[in-house]
């Protein structure tokens, strides 16, 4: 019996892509090192027009119109072909483009090519990144084409809409701008580790390290999600495929030990959000930022270490703190794997992270480090001796690489429009000072408008589209009021990705909750109560500087612990339970001892205020309150149970 049909296809597909990836990887190695093979250093524009070229078409493949029907395939296949002429068109043309400055006077032939370049990539951002994010790229666009003819506060300067077209794809401004060349200058590396690391089978590592250290403590296969979840998460970036590659496993684990599909489901989507920002491999979006920044990548990723910690510090607390509260108990010691047997069949993993870290740590190397840990990893992974080589293996990992790729510049060229639009236009300075001038020089009332507008773009998009767009609108307004930038661009980053876990939308919870068998929203608003800190943390960074490494460190240590104290008080409260004390009471008098616990929490948080001293000995106070309380009454209750028999 043959082949069945739709698995030739895949099979042709993978081979397909695996090849198509050599030559951009291969360009995108020669620019990074410089290694002069080609015979003279390409231009910017001549080397994102090629990436373009080489990838972009790719788009129309992997997303299909309809996965069904040959008229459908074959109209993939035109455009897929006309993508490809077009963009090599302006590679062939780049030079030009630079000295006769065509994004202002364009030839006819490029107007016409320009247009069509325009419409495909419209195209490619909708089939990769949906409907929401193409109804904002045309609107902006094209924004600058009707800009005069809108009201006083989002009104801008006009042009024509075929110099506008041109602009778009001929200037350094728009599809060839920050988005684009922060993946061709520095991204690509990092998309072909984590691929590599997840491809070659560190995520049942990260499940098995994570089961080996705490599995049997108590609410163990939560912890584990924790863990296994900001591992893997850091190296994928994506949330969604974060909480469908680690939840397959910590879910079904987590119920199997008590805890309901509900909670169950929130703990993962909330752990998986989190990792989008843990350091030391983040997501695409870090990457921009630091080209916006223009600061070297491993400042913006020293700078999300501790809010991270914060984060997972939270989380920790709560489960632990909710599996007291149930009397719930870990795994069983007969379904834990040896952690010595764990880390004799894993360690290259942590190895190739380890090469990682300390390459990018050096200033400049940042853009080579994920090759040569990829090279570290594939080497060791290859001599490991349970590992079997096949050439299927490194097909299958090629095309993964070619899919994260076309996925992501599908997505960061048409992100681009948004930037030239609102550039050429003007728009992006006007609406930042009518923010400064709405909030009335207020920082509180900037940070809460601030936050809105990030969720809200956050509900609709890509967390990357969503930074940069508030990257150029928001983050300006919030400098200007005296904030620190890099505190700033990550609470954009923050708000955006809330909306990962917050109704109504709330992908991630969805996503967890279909594989829990359980009610979205009932997870969505469970996610939003696990993930309570995520709410306060952006604020707590932002107005403290210390907190994201922008201060002297005596400072960054007292802010840090003062930071910990607060995130555990607002934990423990969130789930009236408190570690080492035990139940913080129920009825009114326990949902007063949790709201005041919370609050004092809430001001430890943001002890750097001058209310520091009394936040600090508030607390301890409540601790030794709730503490003496629950041993009287244990004491009590001791005393009554001889005189019941």
């Not at 306060?536 to 960054?556: C, E, K, S, T, W």
């Amino acid at each position: 019996m043959g082949v069945p049909y739709s698995a030739r296809v895949n099979r042709l597909l993978t081979a397909t892509l695996a090849v198509s990836v050599l030559p951009v990887l291969f360009l995108g190695i020669e620019r990074i090192f410089n290694m002069g093979i080609i015979g003279a250093a390409l231009i910017d524009n001549l080397y994102l027009y090629l990436i373009l070229t080489l990838v972009l078409p790719a788009t129309f493949v992997i997303y299909p119109i309809r996965r069904e029907g040959m008229l459908f395939r074959l109209l993939d296949a035109v455009l897929a072909l006309l993508c490809f002429g077009v963009f090599l068109y302006f590679s062939f043309s780049s030079y030009k483009i630079v000295s006769f400055a065509w994004e202002f006077a364009p030839p006819k032939i490029a107007v016409v090519v320009a247009i069509l370049a325009w419409l495909l990539l419209i195209e490619a951002a909708r089939r990769v990144g949906g409907l929401a994010v193409t109804v904002v790229i045309i609107v902006f666009s094209l924004y600058p084409v009707f800009a005069e003819y809108l009201p006083g506060p989002i009104a801008g300067f006009s042009q024509p809409f075929d110099l506008t077209i041109a602009y778009h794809l001929m200037s350094k401004e728009s599809v060839l701008g920050i988005p684009l060349r922060a993946f061709a200058n520095l991204v690509i590396g990092f998309i072909v580790f984590g691929v590599v690391l997840q491809k070659t089978g560190a995520g049942d590592f990260f499940n098995n390290f994570a089961l080996a250290l705490i599995g049997g403590a108590r609410g163990g296969a939560a912890k584990v999600s924790i863990l296994a979840s900001g591992g893997m998460g850091s190296m994928s970036g994506s949330v969604v495929s974060n909480i469908l590659t680690t939840g397959a496993v910590t879910i079904p684990a987590m119920k199997r030990t008590g805890f309901s599909s509900r909670h169950a489901a929130a703990i993962e989507a909330c752990a998986s959000t989190g990792a989008v920002l843990m350091p030391p491999v983040m997501g695409a979006t870090a990457f921009v930022m630091a080209s916006f920044l223009n600061v070297p990548y491993w400042t913006v990723a020293v700078a999300a270490a501790i809010p991270s910690i914060l984060f997972y510090f939270a989380l920790f607390i709560q489960i632990d703190c909710y599996a007291a509260r149930y009397n719930l108990t870990g795994l069983p010691r007969s379904e834990l794997p040896s952690l010595k047997a764990v880390l004799a069949s894993g360690w290259h993993y942590l190895a190739g992270l380890l090469v990682l870290v300390v390459i990018m740590v050096n200033p400049g190397w940042e853009r080579v480090a994920p090759f040569y840990a990829t090279l570290v990893l594939l080497v060791l992974d290859l001599v490991m001796e349970h590992k079997r080589a096949t050439p299927e293996k490194y097909f299958t990992i090629l095309a993964e690489i070619m899919r994260a790729i076309v996925a992501l510049v599908a997505l960061l060229a048409g992100i681009g429009l948004i930037v030239g639009g609102m550039v050429v236009s003007g728009l992006a300075g006007t609406l930042a000072n009518d923010l400064v001038f709405i909030a009335g020089s207020s920082v509180p009332a900037l940070l809460i408008m601030g936050g809105i507008t990030s969720f809200i773009f956050g509900m609709g998009m890509t967390v990357t589209a969503s930074y940069i767009f508030l990257a150029i609108v928001l983050s300006p307004a919030l400098t200007q009021a005296g904030l620190n930038p890099l505190g700033v661009h990550l609470f954009v980053v923050y708000w955006s990705m809330l909306s990962f876990i917050t109704p109504p939308v709330a992908i991630g919870s969805f996503v967890a909750a279909s594989l829990a068998e359980e009610k979205p929203l009932a997870v969505g608003f469970q996610s939003m109560r696990f993930g309570a800190v995520m709410y306060i943390l952006p604020f707590m960074f932002v107005l403290n500087p210390a907190l994201v490494f922008q201060d002297d460190l005596n400072h960054v240590a007292v802010s840090f612990l003062c930071a910990v104290a607060g995130v555990f008080l607002i934990a423990s409260g969130m789930q009236g339970q408190m570690a080492r004390v035990g139940s913080l009471g129920r009825g009114m008098m326990g949902a007063l001892n949790r709201g005041l616990t919370i609050a004092l929490g809430v001001c430890c948080a943001f002890a750097f205020t001058p209310f520091v001293a009394f936040s600090i000995v508030a607390a301890v106070a409540v601790v030794l309150a709730v503490s003496l309380a629950a041993s009287l009454f244990a004491t009590k209750r001791a005393e009554r149970l001889p005189n019941a028999v």
